[in-house]
T-cell receptor, first 115, second 111 residues
Framework: DAGITQSPRYKITETGRQVTLMCHQTWSHSYMFWYRQDLGHGLRLIYYSAAADITDKGEVPDGYVVSRSKTENFPLTLESATRSQTSVYFC??????????????FGAGSRLTVL | DQQVKQNSPSLSVQEGRISILNCDYT??????FLWYKKYPAEGPTFLISISSIKDKNEDGRFTVFLNKSAKHLSLHIVPSQPGDSAVYFCAASAGTDKLIFGTGTRLQVFP
């Protein structure tokens, strides 16, 4: 299917476990992003990438790791999950750059609960 | 420090009436503003945008107004429909910097 796909859609894990959220897009967009959505905070940028093998930290990167070996994939790993990382995570992609003039397309989200 | 603020967490409007969602920002360097709409269990989708060189942009039932002197933008939905019930995020960017999102406003349109 064309588009941007996130998996898993729902995940429950325990404190201290490693979790990887997958993101796959079929448009060959250069730019990809990971956001988390929390009540009272809106959407906050965790990590972003301008191209394969180029990644950078966003607003709230602590406790997360990303990689981008292929243009279409941008996995997000929580190396040792904490309760504060309970959230809904959104992957997004865009073709033209970082600025708002380049509209982002979002995945459906991954709801993560850390017990 | 929240650079993009949506001070109303929720808004309830009757079908057929106007919905007005507000957004304030603090960074005078912002030059592009967007509204995204989000339904439950889905990702946000782009709704409408405006460049800082304009003060109004219209797309069907949706109009965004920008008041640069007040650092304020608003989204007007006329007429409101039940299908407009969603969370609306405003977002802004400065030059080539990344988007900064507000906290969202939940709109409920009732019959």
């Amino acid at each position: 299917d064309a588009g941007i796909t996130q998996s898993p859609r729902y995940k429950i894990t325990e404190t201290g476990r490693q979790v990887t959220l997958m993101c796959h897009q079929t448009w060959s967009h250069s730019y990809m992003f990971w956001y988390r959505q929390d009540l009272g905070h809106g959407l906050r940028l965790i990590y972003y990438s301008a191209a394969a093998d180029i990644t950078d930290k966003g607003e709230v990167p602590d406790g997360y790791v990303v990689s981008r070996s292929k243009t279409e994939n941008f996995p997000l790993t929580l190396e040792s999950a904490t309760r504060s990382q309970t959230s809904v995570y959104f992957c997004a992609s865009g073709s033209g750059g970082y600025s708002g003039a380049n509209v982002l397309t979002f995945g459906a989200g991954s709801r993560l609960t850390v017990l | 420090d929240q650079q993009v603020k949506q001070n109303s967490p929720s808004l309830s409007v009757q079908e057929g009436r106007i919905s007005i969602l507000n957004c304030d920002y603090t960074n005078s360097m912002f030059d592009y503003f967007l509204w995204y709409k989000k339904y439950p269990a889905e990702g946000p989708t782009f709704l409408i945008s405006i460049s800082s060189i304009k003060d109004k942009n219209e797309d069907g039932r949706f109009t965004v107004f920008l008041n640069k002197s007040a650092k304020h933008l608003s989204l007007h939905i006329v007429p409101s429909q039940p299908g407009d019930s969603a969370v609306y995020f405003c977002a802004a960017s400065a030059g080539t910097d990344k988007l900064i999102f507000g906290t969202g406003t939940r709109l409920q349109v009732f019959p």
